[in-house]
């Protein structure tokens, strides 16, 4: 299962930048590839042998990462589908555990959007 989940995930990251960068500017494809490099880095909270806290710098550089990208280009909201999608297959939660993991993400496309 985990395979497929990554396949599809590959196949859907480079049909977005593509059509971004077919459809839209550099900048549009810097702030996707901006955000993308987000996603990494939030996955990287699960890693095996972190010490004490440790996670939550790497969801610190990611809000960062994904705060520039939004900046950047409003299009990179919508890698928050692949944020939701590996909090769900990843880490078994239902979607309200993984939309209250995601509550900061969620908070920044607000704040990007109306300022």
Known sequence: M????AKILVVFIFGVLLGVCIKFSFLAFVGL??????????????????????????????????????MLSLISAITIVL??????????????QAN???LPFYAIIIFVLFV
């Open 2 to 5: 985990k395979s497929l989940t």
């Open 33 to 70: 590839f901006c955000s993308l490099g987000a996603l990494f880095i939030y996955t990287l909270k699960d890693a095996t042998g972190l010490k004490h806290n440790q996670y939550k710098h790497f969801i610190f550089v990611s809000l960062a990462l994904y705060a520039i990208s939004l």
């Open 83 to 96: 944020f939701i999608g590996y909090e769900l297959f990843t880490n078994n939660k239902s979607v309200q």
């Open 100 to 102: 209250k993991q995601l």
